[in-house]
């Protein structure tokens, strides 16, 4: 489990940015497609809460178009163990939020037949600046 294999590293940061131009995109397709099709994965958000694949495309489909919550990243983190298995997180100022910045938090597996998925998320916020 070494970390931090730099080609693995450069895999996770390119599916990690697809998905975010995704989001500012509304391309539910790429954004159905960085999920596990699961009933195991999980989403949990600032407005929703997604239990299982089909609920997670449900607020995909749902979510209005539009600029989004991120405003500024502040620090982005990539851990891989491996070659299959990762973590992201993302620290970033939210719209409407100030100073207080929000955390995302996303874990990715590669499947033998499918590739690298995301298999459990969490979008946040803070009331205060911690220190980072």
Do not use: C
């Not at 596990?36 to 979510?63: C, K, M, Q, Y």
């Not at 991120?70 to 100073?99: H, P, Q, S, W, Y």
């Not at 990715?108 to 600046?129: C, I, M, N, Q, Y």
């Amino acid at each position: 489990m070494t970390p931090n294999i730099p080609e693995v590293v450069e895999e996770i940061r390119e599916k990690f940015e697809r998905y975010e131009q995704a989001l500012i995109d509304k391309n539910v397709e790429v954004l159905d497609d960085t999920f596990w099709n699961s009933p195991h994965t999980i989403r949990l958000a600032i407005h929703e809460n997604g239990f299982g694949f089909d609920e997670i495309h449900a607020h995909r489909v749902r979510r209005p178009p539009g600029p989004g919550i991120k405003l500024e990243r502040i620090r982005l983190d990539i851990l891989t163990l491996g070659r299959d298995i990762a973590t992201v997180n993302l620290i970033f100022r939210m719209r409407g939020r100030g100073d207080a910045p929000a955390r995302q938090t996303q874990t990715w597996v590669r499947f033998p037949d499918l590739g690298w998925k995301v298999v459990s998320a969490h979008v946040s916020v803070t009331e205060t600046s911690p220190a980072y």
